[in-house]
């Protein structure tokens, strides 16, 4: 797969929580009930998604792979450090 426009959504409800679903097929392939604790999803951005594209907390190739298996991939905060 060498590239693929996906949308992000942020969660009303839990801070530095993202879905991540292809454009073209929205959000179709995420469950009911993850809704539940994510809330209603806010449209974020629009990006190409590539292997080689960094993204901040994630790995472009378990995204690509999350899409693929699931249809969508569910981005959590980082751990946080212990002070």
């Known amino acids: 797969m060498s590239g693929v426009l996906v949308q992000v959504y942020r969660s009303p409800r839990r801070a530095d929580t993202y879905l991540i679903t292809e454009k073209a097929k929205g959000l179709t392939a995420v469950p ?3 809704f ?9 951005f629009v990006f190409l998604l590539t292997t080689e594209r960094a993204l901040a907390h994630s790995n472009p190739a378990l995204v690509f792979e999350a899409l ?16």
Do not use: H, I
């Open 32 to 34: 009911e009930a993850l």
């Open 36 to 44: 539940g604790t994510f809330g209603t999803p806010e449209p974020a």
């Open 68 to 83: 693929q298996e699931k249809g969508f991939y569910l981005q959590l905060p980082p751990p946080k450090a212990e002070a």
